[in-house]
């Protein structure tokens, strides 16, 4: 590739104040100058799923989100477990991206992190079906839950756990990889 890798990040949460978008924000600042991101912000002005919309002019929220795909060498996605799953919003961006494919043999790193002690280990589990289901690439090496993420960020943002930061890196290298 002659460019820079675009990596498309997008969190999981729609809280203000959400430890996984800190923790994607953190992760973005450990990547090396060969990968740019572009964090997806528009979550919540994506319509319910609805199959009767889901066309190829389709709501201008599902179209923005599936450019953003489509441009991207791979993804980044950073989640909490809301109720033993996957939060509401992530799974009906994921499920307007059924049909249409942009996840397909897309390199897609995702990592799941709470401040139970088992990490977000059900939504974890519950996204690499989703994403295997429409075809995303996502290695053993580029899966992650985290569990006591409270305790493994400082308030500023900084990942104060050396082994996590470690763990990141190695995603990024491996994320890095599957781009090329």
């Not at 949460?13 to 997806?40: C, D, E, K, V, W």
């Not at 033993?84 to 397909?104: M, T, Y």
């Not at 401040?115 to 429409?134: D, F, K, R, V």
């Amino acid at each position: 590739m002659n460019h820079p890798l675009r990596i498309l990040a997008i969190s999981g949460s729609l809280r203000q104040s959400s430890s996984n978008t800190t923790l994607m924000n953190a992760i973005i600042g450990l990547a090396p100058h060969s990968m740019t991101f572009t964090t997806y912000t528009s979550l919540n002005d994506l319509p319910h799923f609805n199959p009767d919309l889901d066309t190829d002019n389709g709501p201008l929220s599902v179209q923005h989100l599936r450019t953003q795909l489509d441009g991207a060498d791979g993804v980044l996605i950073c989640s909490p477990e809301y109720g033993n799953g996957v939060p509401g919003a992530l799974k009906n961006a994921l499920d307007w991206i059924v049909s249409s494919g942009e996840f397909v043999n897309k390199p897609t790193a995702v990592i799941t992190a709470s401040p139970s002690p088992m990490g977000g280990n059900y939504a974890n589990a519950s996204l690499l079906l989703t994403l295997e289901m429409i075809n995303a690439q996502v290695s053993q090496q580029m899966s992650l839950t985290i569990p006591h993420i409270a305790l493994k960020l400082s308030k500023d943002g900084t990942i104060t756990d050396l082994t996590l930061k470690q763990h990141l890196k190695s995603i990024l290298h491996a994320l890095q990889q599957a781009c090329y």
